[in-house]
T-cell receptor, first 111, second 110 residues
Framework: DTAVSQTPKYLVTQMGNDKSIKCEQN?????MYWYKQDSKKFLKIMFSYNNKELIINETVPNRFSPKSPDKAHLNLHINSLELGDSAVYFCASSQAATEQFFGPGTRLTVL | KQEVTQIPAALSVPEGENLVLNCSFT??????LQWFRQDPGKGLTSLLLIQSSQREQTSGRLNASLDKSSGRSTLYIAASQPGDSATYLCAVDNNRKLIWGLGTSLAVNP
């Protein structure tokens, strides 16, 4: 199936831990994104990469570090997790400034 | 700073009704506008994309219009069905950065 996939789907962890979320797209797109949906269902962009280069970084704490090993992958590493990091994280991809396609989301719960 | 507002926040209609969801944005310098659907606990499904140069897009029972100058878009759903129950989100593309509304929660009752 052509799609955007994310792993894991659910992540439950303790405060202070470090965790990673992986994203892969097989749509041949050149741009990938991370969005955060908070408990009030508000969606906000965090990062965007175009051809492995960071193009958008929206005032996200530097505990969050995205890494793009190639055009098809964009991973999100989070250090020293805090309660406020609990949210659903969505990965997306697009070809330039066109329609964005989203992954199924990763529900992160920090205890 | 771009802000996106969706009205109403919630809507409950009987099956078969035609309905309109509204989206407004403050900065008309957009690349495109997308309408999405989100089912409870699920991901985001793209419904329609309208490029900034377009006025409307249609897909099945869905029709989305865009008036860039007035900062408005509407999503028209014809002959609504219970399966249309979901949250509908509007997002405007400000140079590859989607800015989102809070959504309209739609319930279509059998």
């Amino acid at each position: 199936d052509t799609a955007v996939s994310q792993t894991p789907k659910y992540l439950v962890t303790q405060m202070g831990n470090d965790k990673s979320i992986k994203c892969e797209q097989n749509l041949g797109h050149d741009t990938m994104y991370w969005y955060k949906q908070d408990s009030k269902k508000f969606l906000k962009i965090m990062f965007s990469y175009n051809n492995k280069e960071l193009i958008i970084n929206e005032t996200v704490p530097n505990r969050f570090s995205p890494k793009s090993p190639d055009k098809a992958h964009l991973n999100l590493h989070i250090n020293s997790l805090e309660l406020g990091d609990s949210a659903v994280y969505f990965c997306a991809s697009s070809q330039a400034a066109t329609e964005q396609f989203f992954g199924p989301g990763t529900r992160l719960t920090v205890l | 700073k771009q802000e996106v507002t969706q009205i109403p926040a919630a809507l409950s209609v009987p099956e078969g009704e035609n309905l309109v969801l509204n989206c407004s944005f403050t900065d008309s310098a957009i690349y495109n506008l997308q309408w999405f659907r989100q089912d409870p606990g699920k991901g985001l499904t793209s419904l329609l994309l309208i490029q900034s140069s377009q006025r409307e897009q249609t897909s099945g029972r869905l029709n989305a219009s865009l008036d860039k100058s007035s900062g408005r878009s509407t999503l028209y759903i014809a002959a609504s069905q219970p399966g249309d129950s979901a949250t509908y989100l509007c997002a405007v593309d400000n140079n590859r950065k989607l800015i989102w509304g809070l959504g309209t929660s739609l319930a279509v009752n059998p």
